[in-house]
């Protein structure tokens, strides 16, 4: 018996998708019809589908950040309209098309119809919904203005969102780069120089030195494949498990701000979040050590979340906010002056915003840079990996012209 991809809606308005099993697509429609559901539609599923849904995955699939935004947007609108929020909820439902963001949604309807608010409703799911987006909501709930908080949580996180796609894009060319350069240079010496290698086997004269160790080098790789693949298979899940601990993670963490470039990146990424996500917060009436903790848990390097904690034990004996990230060393000294002023003229969130503003033009130039400098560099380190695989496949060959002439 064929299955069908059916969405319907129950007596009570929820949006249900399932995949059920039926003769045809009328006679499931029909079915479920009589048992009460208003049918949207009825598909038959592919081959694809159901091997997802099989194997759970599109259950675990992540949320999108472009489907967390059009969320947002739709949920903006909806309130603007003035919709009641258990209705709202109910046409998000219906409008999500990820399983586990749409339980996520049913739950915290349900949540509100049994008397939470909204706030304590998305703080039970984690999974879809950060801390900071949660303690917005909860800080447009005590203002009544719940559409002008989430306005600028869309701002901020947009431009979250723009920055890491401007880190993907530099960082994109150079990786395919080297991802095109290390698949030319595997061809050669696992398909063209095993070929050279079978004749200079069978000639009598002495080849070069540099050939000699290339073909040496080559067929090691070849005996050992095996245990190399082993040991690397077993190197790897070594390090996985030591960068799953807690130690691991400070390490890890803790070595990449050290990586010549990519170290600076993530400096700057971090900085311009901690400006930004303040900012947003203490925009949301938050008091700023609340605000901090917030900053330090919302943070992926683990330094710079300590960094932060060991800021929020300094405000909370009375220093300064400024003199806080001083001591802590999160940002540069400009960025502390700056920080200083809007203390001092009672303009934090604004020059926090001016911060982040400005290691985004940091990070601008320093993308810029790695366009200019990395990519001719790799292009000339592959370029020279190459001509030395050349070189030796083809130095005998030279050797023996030169000697006939």
């Known amino acids: 018996m064929p299955t069908f991809t059916c969405r319907m809606a129950a007596a009570d308005g929820t949006i249900i998708e399932e995949k059920l099993d039926g003769p045809s697509e009328a006679s499931l429609k029909e ?60 046409l998000l439902e219906g409008r999500a098309l990820h399983p586990g963001f749409k ?37 447009g709930e005590k203002s009544g203005n719940l559409v002008e908080i989430l306005n600028r949580y869309i701002l901020f996180y947009k431009k979250i969102l723009a920055v890491r796609k401007k880190i993907m894009t530099a960082l994109t060319y150079p990786v395919f780069l080297f991802v095109v350069g290390a698949a030319v240079i595997l061809f050669l010496l696992t398909y063209v ?47 996985q498990m030591f960068f799953s601990s807690e130690k691991g993670k400070d390490r890890k963490d803790s070595l990449l701000l050290k990586v010549p470039v990519l170290g600076e990146i993530i400096k ?44 929020i034990q300094k405000v909370q004996e009375g220093t300064s906010l400024a003199a806080a990230f001083d001591t802590a060393d999160l940002m540069p000294k400009i960025a502390i002056e700056m920080i ?48 030395i695989i050349l070189v030796a496949m083809y130095l005998p060959i030279f050797n023996l012209a030169g000697t006939l002439k």
């Open 31 to 90: 079915s479920l019809e009589k048992k009460g559901f208003l049918v949207f539609s009825v598909k038959k599923a592919s081959f694809f589908s159901l091997f997802r849904l099989t194997a759970g995955l599109r259950a675990k699939k992540k949320l999108t950040s472009q489907e967390f935004l059009v969320y947002n947007y739709e949920f903006v609108a909806l309130i603007r309209a003035g919709l009641p929020i258990l209705k709202a909820f109910d």
């Open 340 to 387: 200083e002023v809007g203390e001092t003229t009672g303009s934090l969130e604004e020059m926090l915003n001016q911060v982040a503003e400005f290691q985004e033009e940091m990070l601008d130039q320093k993308l810029t840079r790695i366009t200019t400098w990395v990519e001719p560099v790799l292009l000339l380190f592959m370029g020279v990996l190459v001509a």
């Open 268 to 311: 700057n990424q971090q900085m311009i979040a901690i400006g930004r996500t303040l900012a947003t917060i203490l925009s949301g009436g938050i008091t700023l050590v609340n605000g901090l903790e917030m900053v330090a848990e919302s943070l992926p390097n683990r330094v710079y979340s300590k960094r932060v904690h060991f800021s």
């Open 103 to 139: 339980e996520a949604l049913n739950g915290v309807r349900k949540e509100i119809e049994g008397g939470s608010s909204i706030s304590d409703a998305l703080s039970h799911y984690h999974d879809f919904f950060p801390e900071i987006y949660i303690s917005s909501v909860r800080a």
């Open 193 to 239: 120089l095993p070929t050279f290698s079978d004749i200079y086997s069978d000639a009598k004269e002495q080849l070069p030195w540099l050939t000699m160790a290339l073909i040496s080098f080559v067929t090691f790789l070849k005996g050992h494949f095996i245990f190399i693949l082993l040991g690397t298979g077993i190197i790897f899940f070594l390090l």
